[in-house]
């Protein structure tokens, strides 16, 4: 396999090509959500061009949208939405689920069966329905829409990160720790976590990629951010009906989510090793 | 006399994490006549494994045959093509993998996996496979010969399933059979049973052998000719009886000279005998707490003992018998379910989480393996300095000082506290783990199998360290083993456990002559050094089926 | 019959599929319950009423042979002879008394019971003569007559499950939420119609989904498609669009009892600032009219033509909320995609806002519980008002004081008086008068927008023939199914 | 089969009984808390204060919750499921069809899907690191990260618009021959094997590669066993429990999480009734409807659970 052997050597980790690309493509979009609104050619707002779903042009360099809007802006701008709000509530959830699915491997007995029938039921209601249900008892803003992504996903993460932190803590080391009289922080944060990291990120990365999926889900279900702003699930959406017409305004945004999807992907797929070469 | 293997200028490469390449075999050469049987020896890493697995054609994933012939009947399994290759596994070469408990696919019926060569290479109708599998049963001494293989492998034993998968080699009528360590993992006890059963089918069948050890004695029982190995490269060659006595090499010495570690040495005169530790009607186990208050699984029943002060106990008995269980209870682990535990006379809590941080301290635990026991994401500086700060709230440059010291008085250098475990080789990962106790500056130190995962050069090595730190800490070991060299060497008392209960307490002194019946098997069961031990060793049959594994 | 049929005869036979929008397990058979498309579209088919509104607003006859009155108070309904239920009961006068007086039991619920509260009395003279007492004189009654809900059902009726009535339609078989079908009624007492076999109506209420459904001949008829979907049916051939341009609208309301409604000046600057002509050119893509902040629609004759919609002014509404102290303030707007269009009408006065530093906070509140959580509540929120037949149902339903959808809280104790009188009045030319002050007062003084007058697209097959305009609504005042054919 | 695993599936059933009643619990109040009065929403904008009083005191929504709550679940334990507010029909008649489409569209997708993701899966995994397992690879991941409302739309348009092949809606109960099912299934089908599928292969890939890497496959290899021969009569059995366990995660996305397609097909399921439920703020039928994605989402994770505890001969 191909790599670069300068920075492989220097930071002691093995870096595959394909997972470059991903990185650097998650980069990228991470970049433009932050500078977003600085480089925005038009307010996402304002309606800028007489036709709807506007072809390619030198005005509008990806077209426009149903009411004429110019859908660079609102695709850089998107960039925000889908990449912050999944990447917050990918933390939260990664966050609690894996605190708690430790928590529940190293303590064992009454909690971790607790938390597990807990978890288990709260993961058993479908995420829509329930993003559904939410969002109509309380409403939308950011703040309920990264909650409930989160809410949604941190039983799967406990799960997962459960099941982990089992195998870990049959290990002679945790045995060790217990028995210098460590307490269960310690070993949580200490002992435990450093060795999951590797799977967890995976995971985190897996669950990036859903939720990205749900939140367009839900702005089909008219869940999403609030206008003029809107996330690509629900650029895609609102746009649609350009479908047929192969109008940029529902291809690009597309893209975008499957570009930032399978980035996520890609890198996970393609984690950089960490060399245990130890004659290196 | 044509001969069946020859192997010449053997050179496998094994790409590494960064993509390096090293050279694992460098250019080994061997010949095997038909009927002989060939040992391959060495310490751990020394490419015993690689070199057989290459006889079969075979290189695990990551490495590649970068060189040479490997000539088996004539045909050159290094060109073979991957089809022709597949053929002759099996048929011509088999192999009995170093642990049979992995190498049966545990979601099928012994049975279908015995006779899976047939099928593959359509030797024989199903029926007269079977029939095949059967007389082969019977003829490796495997109880109810006609039933077994229709069990599943978890319900057979350890030396039963070895015995097993040395039938699964065999059923193909191959003209060369390669065992990796086909007893390492067994007790005494067992190994006997296994090594008679191999000779004696070896035997009858005329069938070549590549048997692979890193235990000389074990090898000199079974083996026609002797191959030293280590770093890939061959040291010595030689027959059995000419290595054993008239070694030429110094690394062979080496390894015969660890095979009969130093014994205990003078004892370190202690002014007055203190008791340190006493346990009294110790009971522990596993599983929910019956009626009567002990638990389902009784491992340990009813075991006193004590340890004085500057002085070792030795454990021993065969696996299962209870001897972690004890250490377990011993160190609150596992609490214990009753009898009473007096350390440094005051009382223990049965459980870790009630005793204060002082007794932690002065009691601390060494586990077999130090691959678990350390924890691969921390850094050795770090495994060591957690107790450090832990009990004596060290920091900084104090703490650092510190690291160094133990490091020292491990024999280790200091350029290691930066790696990671993983980043060691086994004895290495063994003085860490025993350095982490000493940070506590213990009193005790319990050693559950702390050799019994390393080859015999290195566990000499380390039980040299062990004395060594003794004499100048008067520390006091309780030493677990079921090898009886080890616990010979280094241990003033030695405790007998048999199905979870002591059995016997002897003194090394009188340890040629244990008084019960299961010390006597146990004692009589080590191999020794001498070629001829095994074709004359005569146990007790009484004993063997009163105690030997069923 | 039809050997050489020509475009405009209508032929018979075939099964008609449509689609509307909106479905749910409300979905129901009661007219008097009806509130979405869907249900109007089947009491249509189902039921018949006494009057009904033809294409050009008029009021014809229907069950009633006529409808009179000499001092709009007392009225006499002579009832059409010889016409039959499903069920083959012939229709008289108790059915009718029956069907009228339900509208006044709170009991069942009914959807216009604030209308029919000015029934005071219902009187069967005799099997073919009805008599309706009012409160308070209403020239209109023979119009209000021609509402949805005023449908008649046999007397007696609990279980509206079978959908008996003398409609031209018998109900074969009807799911809530999923689809209806029924087949021709044989006895039909009109001469003409229905003309097609059998008709299966269903909702998607995917916009998308049910122009796909369309183009790909799934159903030959989907109602109300979005503006943004008419260039996809545009270009297939064999398609064709019925734009009607009703009463309906979707409004701006800021409630004049809360902040920021209370301030004058905040709403006359709202009325500046709405871009009434891009409302109608970009959201609307042209299928709109400009309207005038008042709801009687340029069809009706009570139009007041002289009343001209203001002009887009951001500078004159600057001045405003600078007047009101509001510049900087954030101040939010609740839309919802269950008033059609309101996101992108509240997203261009955002944008409108942004350019004379005021902010808009647009919130998007789900469709579901838009109707009971946030419409008349919110200080600031869009609605969505579908065509009434009058313009006294428009106002005494959305802006007398004591009207139930007052969704601004106007309250004026003349345009009540106004109201009153009007409605009383049979002399045509002297209403117009008063609903043309009346007009004027709601444009200036109610804290409504209404932008515009939505046209309604429905796009239909090419076969699908013989539906009209009708200014009760799209798909024909969701009558269509009676009076269209399916040519082959 | 031996009292032990017949213990152990005991246990699984018991604490997925016990996981239902947390569930219930759940569902009860976090649907009580819609916001929105039910009996004011029921009788509509014209009610008087008087009727309103009265239909709440009927409804018993004056009664504390945990009353309301234990009257609730002991209906729904006697397979009373109550009776819609919306339109006073019992809520298991206006389930019932609709139950019977969302099994019928699970089953056929189970049927479609499952046999391809564990083929494509396992045949990767047989031929790991060849061009054939790039190809799988990329494929799912490109499926994985599309929305699924654009698949099921782009599907319309292609099959149903412009090619005419199949009809853009999916009428259930209108079928009456094989081949019409075929039609009204082909897309809905294809659009949620799209959905389910991906993270089927991907897990069993893994699982089937994970077994691969024992030593009881690497015997099989060194008994001249050809490489199908090691995946499929060695390293599967053993990779059963994880792949069940993905499959019946990845089924359970078919009970309620199908809305999407629901929507744009016009499929007369259960999830599009819990859609309206919240809508019209119909409790009944949204607590009915939430209680019967998490009896199918556990008796799927059950299922895996027991399957996986059967095909452990360890176990047995
Ligand atoms: N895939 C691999 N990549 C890199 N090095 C490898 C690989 N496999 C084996 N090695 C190295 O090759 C050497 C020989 O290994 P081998 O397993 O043959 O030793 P062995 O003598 O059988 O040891 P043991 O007694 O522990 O079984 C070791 O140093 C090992 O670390
Ligand atoms: N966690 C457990 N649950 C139930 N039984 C156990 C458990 N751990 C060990 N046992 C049983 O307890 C008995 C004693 O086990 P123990 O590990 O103490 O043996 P040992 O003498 O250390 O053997 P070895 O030499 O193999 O390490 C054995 O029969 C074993 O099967
Ligand atoms: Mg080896
Ligand atoms: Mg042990
Ligand atoms: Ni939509």
């Known amino acids: 396999m191909t790599q670069s052997a300068t920075l492989s050597q220097k930071f002691g980790y093995r870096f595959s090509w394909v997972g470059m690309i991903g990185l650097s493509i998650m980069l990228f979009w991470g970049i433009i959500a932050l500078i977003a609104p600085h480089i925005i050619p038009h307010p996402v707002g304002e309606i800028v061009d007489e036709d709807y779903f506007g072809a390619i042009s030198s005005r509008f360099w990806l077209g426009s949208d149903y009411l004429g809007r110019d859908m660079l802006s609102r695709i850089l701008m998107g960039a925000r939405y889908t990449v912050g709000i999944s990447l917050a509530a990918v933390s939260i959830a990664c966050f609690c689920g894996v605190v708690l699915g430790m928590t529940a491997a190293v303590v064992g007995g009454w909690l971790d069966a607790a938390l597990s029938r807990f978890l288990d039921a709260m993961n058993s209601i479908p995420g829509k329905l329930s993003g559904l249900v939410v969002v109509a008892a309380v409403g939308s803003s950011i703040t309920v829409l990264i909650v409930t992504l989160a809410v949604i996903y941190t039983p799967g993460a406990y799960r997962f990160a459960r099941a982990l932190a089992v195998n870990i803590n049959t290990m002679d080391y945790i045995t060790v720790a217990r028995t210098r009289g460590e307490g269960i922080f310690y070993i949580i944060r200490s002992e435990i976590l450093p060795n999951i990291t590797g799977p967890v990120l995976a995971d985190l990365g897996l669950r990036f990629v859903f939720i990205v999926l749900l939140l367009s889900g839900l702005s089909f279900l008219g869940l999403g951010v609030q206008p003029p702003y809107a996330d690509w699930g629900a650029l895609v959406h609102e746009n649609v009906g350009g479908l047929p017409f192969g109008a940029p305004a529902v291809i690009v945004p597309s893209l975008a989510i499957a570009s930032l999807t399978i980035s996520v992907n890609l890198l996970i797929d393609n984690l950089p090793q960490k060399i245990r070469d130890r004659n290196a | 006399m044509e001969n069946l293997v020859e192997v010449r200028d053997l050179k496998v490469e094994a790409t590494t994490d960064s993509g390096r390449r090293v050279e694992i075999i460098k250019g080994v050469s061997l010949d095997i006549a038909p009927g002989e049987i060939v040992a391959l020896i060495g310490e751990s890493g020394s490419g015993k494994t690689t070199i057989a697995l290459t006889l079969m054609g075979y290189t695990r994933s990551g490495c590649s045959i970068s060189g040479g012939t490997v000539r088996i009947a004539g045909k050159d399994m290094v060109t073979l093509s991957e089809r022709e290759r597949a053929g002759i596994r099996g048929t011509e070469v088999a192999y009995v993998p170093q642990s049979a408990a992995a190498a049966f696919n545990p979601a099928q019926r012994i049975i279908e996996q015995v006779v899976e060569v047939t099928r593959i290479h359509r030797l024989m109708p199903a029926e007269e496979a079977r029939q095949k599998a059967v007389e082969l049963f019977r003829a490796l001494s495997l109880p109810n010969p006609e039933t077994i293989g229709g069990r599943y492998p978890h319900q057979v034993s350890g030396g039963q399933l070895q015995r097993l998968s040395a039938a699964m080699a065999l059923i193909g009528d191959p003209r060369l059979v390669i065992f990796d360590e086909p007893t390492t993992a067994l007790d005494v006890t067992t190994q006997i049973e296994v090594l008679r059963a191999f000779k004696s089918v070896m035997k009858k069948g005329g069938i070549s052998g590549v048997y692979v050890s890193h235990d000389l004695a074990v090898v000199a029982q079974i083996a026609d000719r002797i191959v030293v190995l280590r770093n890939g490269e061959v040291q010595e060659v030689g027959a059995t009886a000419d290595i054993l006595t008239r070694a030429q090499h110094p690394y062979t010495r080496e390894l015969l000279a660890a095979f009969e570690p130093k014994p205990r040495g003078e004892e370190t005169v202690v002014e007055e005998r203190k008791v340190l530790l006493e346990i009294k009607g110790l009971s522990a186990g596993y599983g929910p707490i019956q009626a009567d208050g002990q638990p389902l699984v009784r491992a340990v029943q009813d075991v006193s003992l004590t340890v004085e002060k500057g002085r070792n106990l030795g454990i021993i008995g065969e696996s299962g018998c209870g001897k972690s269980t004890l250490a377990r209870a011993i160190a609150g682990i596992l609490p214990a379910s009753s009898g009473t535990i007096l350390f440094d006379k005051s009382e223990l809590e049965g459980s870790v989480r009630q005793r204060s941080r002082d007794h932690l301290r002065e009691m601390q635990i060494v586990f077999q393996y130090a691959d678990t026991a350390l924890n691969p994401a921390k850094s050795i500086e770090e495994i060591l300095g957690r107790p450090l700060m832990f009990y004596h709230g060290m920091k900084g440059k104090q703490r650092d000082s510190r690291i160094d010291q133990l490091l020292d008085m491990v024999h280790l250098p200091k350029t290691l506290r930066h790696r990671r475990p993983q980043e060691l080789s086994g004895g290495q990962k063994q003085r860490v783990n025993f350095a982490r106790a000493l940070a506590a500056e213990p009193k005790l130190i319990i050693c559950d199998e702390v050799t019994s995962a390393l080859d015999t050069v290195v566990a000499a090595a380390i039980i040299e360290l062990l004395k060594e730190l003794q004499r100048e800490l008067s520390l006091s070991y309780i030493f677990i083993s079921h090898d009886l060299s080890v616990v010979e060497a280094i241990c003033d008392e030695i405790v007998v456990m048999y199905g979870g209960r002591k059995v016997e307490e002897i003194t090394p002194a009188v340890l040629k002559a244990p008084q019960h019946p299961y010390s006597k098997l146990l004692f009589s069961s080590v191999p020794r050094l001498d070629p001829s031990w095994l074709d004359t060793l005569e146990l007790d049959p009484e004993l063997v089926t009163t105690y030997g594994h069923r | 019959r039809a050997t050489s049929a020509h475009a405009a005869t209508p032929k018979s036979g075939g099964h008609l599929k449509a689609a509307g929008w909106s479905a749910s397990t409300a979905d129901t058979l009661d007219p008097a319950k009806a509130s979405l498309s869907t249900d109007y579209v089947r009491c249509c088919a189902l039921y018949n009423r006494l009057t009904f509104l033809d294409k050009s607003g008029v009021t014809q006859m229907e069950l009633a042979e006529s409808v009179e009155s000499s001092d709009a108070k007392l009225w006499t309904v002579k009832l059409r002879s010889g016409v039959t239920f499903h069920d083959g009961k012939t229709l008289s006068s108790q059915d009718v008394v029956f069907s009228l007086m339900r509208h006044l039991d709170p009991d069942v619920g009914s959807k216009v019971n604030s209308i029919a509260k000015q029934i005071t009395g219902v009187k069967a003279v005799d099997p073919l003569t009805v008599e309706i007492t009012l409160a308070n004189p209403n020239a209109d009654l023979p119009t209000i007559l021609s509402m949805h809900h005023f449908m008649i059902v046999q007397d007696g009726t609990t279980d509206f499950s079978k959908g008996i009535g003398t409609g031209a339609f018998k109900l074969e078989s009807f799911e809530p939420g999923v689809k209806s079908v029924a087949v021709k009624n044989p006895n039909y007492f009109k001469s003409q119609g229905p003309y097609i076999d059998s008709f299966e109506y269903f909702a998607i209420s995917d916009d998308n989904a049910r122009v796909n459904a369309l183009l790909s001949g799934d159903i030959h008829l989907a109602a109300s498609i979005k503006p943004r979907s008419m260039k996809l049916v545009e270009s297939q051939p064999g398609f064709v669009l019925s734009q009607t341009t009703s009463g309906n609208y979707t409004n701006l309301n800021m409630r004049l009892d809360m902040e920021p409604g209370n301030k004058a000046d905040f709403v006359t600057g709202m009325k500046h600032l709405i871009n009434r002509e891009q409302i109608q050119k970009s959201v609307m893509r042209g299928l709109a009219e400009l309207a005038n902040d008042q709801p009687v629609s340029p069809a009706s004759i009570y139009y007041n033509a002289e009343l001209k919609p203001k002009v887009f002014d951001p500078e004159k509404a600057k001045f405003h909320f600078e007047k009101a102290g509001l510049i900087g303030q954030s101040i939010p707007v609740v839309a919802s995609d269950a008033a059609t269009s309101s996101v992108d009408m509240a997203t261009l006065v955002q944008q409108a806002g942004a350019e004379i530093g005021m902010a808009f906070d647009v919130q998007r509140v789900p469709s579901d519980g838009y109707w009971s959580n946030y419409w008349l509540k919110a200080p600031v929120h869009f609605g969505n008002i579908n065509p009434r037949p009058t313009p006294d149902i428009l106002f005494s339903l959305l802006y007398s004081s004591d009207a139930p959808w007052n969704e601004s809280q106007y309250k004026s104790k003349k345009f009540d008086g106004m109201l009153v009188e009007a409605r009383g009045l049979l002399d045509q030319a002297k209403r117009k008068a008063i609903y043309d002050e009346m007009q004027v007062m709601i444009s200036e003084e109610a804290g409504t927008v209404i932008p515009v007058f939505l046209s309604n697209v429905d796009a239909l097959s090419g076969n699908l023939k013989g539906l009209e305009a009708n200014p009760l609504g799209g798909q024909m005042g969701y009558a269509f199914a009676e009076y269209v054919w399916l040519d082959a | ?316």
């Open chain 4, 1 to 316: 089969m031996s009292t032990y695993v017949l213990n152990l599936i005991a246990v699984r059933l018991l604490i997925a009984a016990l996981t239902l009643l947390i569930v219930s619990f759940a569902v009860f109040f976090a649907t009580a808390m819609l916001p929105g009065d039910t009996a004011t929403i029921l009788l509509g904008q014209a009610a008087t204060p008087e009727a309103v009083a009265g239909l709440r005191t009927a409804m018993h929504l004056d009664d504390p919750a945990y009353l309301r709550f234990l009257r609730w679940l002991g209906g729904f334990l006697s397979g009373d499921l109550g009776t819609s507010y919306v339109n006073n029909v019992a809520v298991a008649d206006l389930i019932g069809g609709r139950f019977i489409n969302t099994m019928r569209l699970a089953g056929i997708t189970t049927l479609f899907s499952v046999p391809l993701a564990l083929t494509l899966g396992i045949t990767a995994a047989m031929f790991r690191g060849s061009l054939y397992d790039r190809a799988v690879t990329i494929l799912t991941i490109g499926v994985i990260s599309i929305p699924e409302f654009m698949v099921a739309t782009s599907a319309v348009l292609v099959f149903s618009v412009y090619l005419k092949w199949l009809p853009a809606l999916s009428f259930a109960n209108d079928v009456t021959s094989v081949w019409q099912m075929l039609q009204v299934y082909a897309m809905p089908v294809i659009s949620l094997t799209f959905v389910v599928a991906a993270q089927m292969i991907r897990m069993t890939r893994a699982a089937v590669i994970d077994t691969i890497n024992t030593p009881y496959v690497e015997t099989a290899l060194l008994k001249g066993a050809s490489r199908p021969r090691m995946v499929l009569r060695h390293a599967l059995p053993n990779a059963v429990g994880p792949i069940v366990n993905a499959v019946a995660l990845s089924l359970s996305y078919l009970v309620g999480g199908v809305i999407i397609v629901e929507t744009i097909f016009n499929y007369p399921g259960i999830a599009k009734l819990m859609v309206d439920g919240v809508a019209t703020r119909d409790l009944p039928l949204i607590q009915s409807c939430a209680m019967i994605f998490c009896i199918g989402y556990l008796s799927l994770i059950t299922l895996a659970d027991i399957i996986a505890i059967l095909a452990n001969p360890r176990l047995r």
